[in-house]
Structures are given as C-alpha cells and as structure tokens.
C-alpha cells in the first residue's frame, strides 16, 4: 500500500490503521529529519514489539560550476558567447 508517497509492507500484523502507519513514519523521522522515506516493511515481533525496515531516498544535489570565477548552477542564463567557452573546453573523466 502507498501511505503518503510511501511504500509501506505490513507483515504479520492484520488490522493496522493509516494513523499507527504514520505515527510509525514519524518515529523514524526523529532521526533522519531532512531524509524521505523510500518504502517502509513493519513486521510483528515476539510479543507487542514490531520490527521496522525503511530505505530512504537519496538526497537531490544540483550540480555547481565554476565558470570564469562565477559559481553556476545551470548554464540556461549564459549568453552565447559563454555557452560556446563551456562547450569547447576540455573535459577530463575519472577512471
């Protein structure tokens, strides 16, 4: 089931409510406050205990450029000229 744009697996446990799903979620970011959760397995345990297994999203990073002393995200604001700079410089890989 999608509980917030979250995928969530319940395991062993038959009558569990959207609220305990997201009292759950937010036990978790507690700890991982600026992290999404990716999908979330809540399993019952020996007793009144349950096991939760989550996989959070990596985190969205913009690339920044440091183009003639000028820190850039995107090139969209360039003019021409400084679009063809970038282009025809020489690009080194990692190997």
Known sequence: ????????????IDNISEQE?????????????NDEIESLEISAQEGDTVALDY????????RIRRITGYLVGTLDRFNNAKRAEEHDRVKHSLH
């Not at 089931?1 to 062993?12: E, L, P, R, S, Y």
């Not at 799903?21 to 406050?33: E, P, S, V």
């Open 1 to 12: 089931m999608i509980v917030n744009g979250t995928d969530v697996t319940v395991k062993g």
């Open 21 to 33: 799903i997201l009292a759950y979620m937010d036990f978790i970011h507690q700890d991982n406050r």
């Open 55 to 62: 996989t959070l999203r990596p985190p969205q990073f913009q």
